[in-house]
């Protein structure tokens, strides 16, 4: 099932339909892709389960915000990957992923606040603790339980990212190990549906339940990861993101807070009921008195003088429990101040952030095209090139290596140039020694959509490695002739035969990453060893004896066309 790609190999993967959003006329017969012939014959329940296997698959928008699948190629053998060996698991970069942490993010969202509204009021009647018209909450509180126990067992069949391996993990046991070592625990706690186990009953039960209830506060946790995911996905700029998570953040504790007085108070007076002693004479009967709108109020405004004075209210604390939970709120809110006023200050400076220095780079980029009156469309392909080249992260890499040794810099590059040693044949069974020396030579280069990497006909003095990205290869009469992609090279004709000029052009038909080899590099480093040589020679000269005869046949149907008119 693995696709190769050499000199002449048709891209079999329906580019001929991707690519045209990019601009690019494909000339290449588009052939059923892999997912199609899984899925085939074409029956009703077969196109529902293709359907649905596009819709959990990686998406082609990935591109722009991941670091490993930044290619139509990376994307085809991902997708490929996933259809064989991992059919049924949802890949953590789909549309089904970014549709439903959309979905969720809002269930968060109005959970954060019902809960707290929700634990807050109940009524004291009898000496008893009853529920009190708040109940019609209920119903709505539930359906967010469903929504986060579904959570919890889609999260179990979603992969996820490894950092060390620099691949999504795919594979079931190895997803649930790491979501029992991240965010299984709290999930779980945050998912019992606690308001469902509410009946009649009063006093000790109905108390538990609704501190068992606060626990649903950990999702906050799970909303912070989601938001961060979504922004990220739709390119939010950093400081508007992190601003508005400040005001969600804020917003939701001065609610929290609100409504936790409540419920204390609650306490204070249903323990009074049963020990008149506890509670000061003095103190007025909250919830016999007020109406839940007045409550709310009158504790809104002593969370406020808790979270931004040392003063609460004229009046002194109700009760034991409420002393101590205010104090404990108050030195919570004190931190969180400080909190709030570093974060924003580092929003607002961004010394030590990587994608701060980007925005204020970004900054200065559309100055610069300002001032130097650029059209529309060059200003969009330098802002592609900047926002692909850095991933929205700015950092200076020459400084960097300038300060290192030799050594390490050398390991360094290495690393970088894994994926690109892994997938290139090219590079397959060479010794150590050669390979290192090989690398160390490489320069990288970043191409644009439609830019043409390699003119025909003109003189060549390197050969090109493909990273990542997709380009296509047209003979020197314009006829194009097949696709390469991840792990390809091309242009070895000009290193061991300098006298010949290009017999091909080569346009980058996506966003391509290369690495350039020159012909002086190519001579030091590959003439000790004339095996390998031999071997590209021969390359070489197949592929320019297939070039030529098909651009010569090319010529003669071109040619017959214009006599039959």
């Known amino acids: 099932m693995k696709r190769t790609y050499n000199w002449f190999t048709k891209d079999n993967s329906g580019a ?15 052939e059923m892709d892999d997912v199609a012939e899984y899925y085939s014959p074409e029956t009703f329940w077969n196109n529902l389960a293709k359907k649905a296997f596009q819709l959990r698959t990686v998406s082609d928008i990935s591109k722009s915000y991941t670091h490993h699948l930044r290619s139509h190629g990376a994307i085809m053998k991902e997708r490929k990957r996933h259809l064989i060996y991992h059919n049924y698991i949802i890949h953590p970069y789909s549309y089904f992923r970014v549709i439903w942490e959309m979905i969720l993010s809002v269930v968060i969202y109005v959970q954060l606040i019902l809960v707290p509204l929700h634990s807050g009021f109940c009524i004291i009647e009898d000496g008893h603790l009853m529920e009190g018209s708040e109940s019609y909450l209920d119903p709505s509180i539930i ?13 179990l069949f979603t992969g996820y990212y490894s950092e060390p391996k620099k691949e999504v993990i795919l594979d079931l046991k190895h997803i649930f190990l790491h979501y029992l070592k991240s965010y299984l625990i ?8 606690t308001n469902a186990a509410y009946n009649s009953g009063y006093d000790y039960s109905l108390l538990f339940l609704k501190l068992l209830s606060l626990l649903k506060m950990l999702r906050f946790i799970t909303f912070v990861k989601y938001y961060t995911r979504l922004i990220n996905f739709f390119h939010v700029r950093y400081s508007v993101s992190s601003l508005l998570l400040l005001l969600i953040g804020v917003g939701l504790y001065w609610h929290s807070i609100t409504c936790y007085l409540i419920f204390v108070k609650l306490v204070d007076e249903f323990l009074e ?14 919830f016999s008195q007020n ?14 003088m808790i979270i931004y ?56 980029l559309k100055e610069y095209m300002r001032d130097k009156q650029l059209p529309t469309y060059m200003r969009t392909r330098l802002l592609t090139y900047y926002d692909y080249r850095f991933q929205r992260n700015y950092f200076r890499e020459s400084e960097i290596l300038a300060t290192i040794s030799g050594q390490l810099r050398q390991e360094i590059i290495m690393h970088s140039c894994r994926q690109l040693v892994e997938n290139v044949a090219f590079f397959k069974n060479l010794p150590l020694n050669l390979l290192v020396r090989i690398v160390s030579c490489l320069r990288g280069e970043m191409y644009l959509m439609n830019d043409v990497i390699v003119r025909a006909n003109t003189p060549g003095d390197c050969m090109y490695f493909i990273a990542s990205g997709t380009v296509a290869i047209y003979s020197t009469s314009g ?10 090279h091309f242009g070895e004709i000009a290193l061991v035969n300098k006298a010949e000029a290009r017999i091909a052009s080569v346009v980058a038909i996506e966003i391509c990453e290369v690495y350039r080899f020159d012909v002086k590099d190519f001579v030091r480093a590959i003439h000790p060893y004339p095996d390998l040589l031999d071997s590209i020679e021969k390359i070489a000269s197949d592929r320019m004896e297939k070039t030529l005869m098909l651009d010569e046949h090319n010529r003669r149907e071109m040619a017959m066309k214009r006599v039959n008119k």
């Open 16 to 30: 001929k339909n991707e690519f045209a959003k990019y601009g690019h006329t494909c000339e290449i017969p588009e």
């Open 143 to 155: 359906t967010l339980d469903f929504f986060l126990c579904t959570d919890v067992v889609i999260n």
């Open 186 to 193: 709290p999930d779980v706690l945050s998912s019992l549906p």
């Open 273 to 286: 009921t049963i020990n008149p002693n506890l509670l000061p004479s003095d103190q007025p009967n909250l």
């Open 291 to 304: 109406s839940y709108s007045d409550i709310y109020v009158s504790c809104f405004y002593k969370a406020s």
């Open 309 to 364: 004075t040392s003063w609460y209210t004229q009046e002194n604390p109700g009760g034991l429990v409420e002393y101590c939970v205010v104090t404990i709120m108050w030195f919570c809110s004190k931190a969180i101040q400080f909190f709030i006023l570093a974060r924003t200050l580092q929003i607002m400076k961004g010394v030590n952030s990587s994608h701060q220095k980007y925005v204020e780079m970004e900054r200065q």
């Open 479 to 488: 006829k194009e002739i097949c696709h390469l992609e991840d792990g390809s």
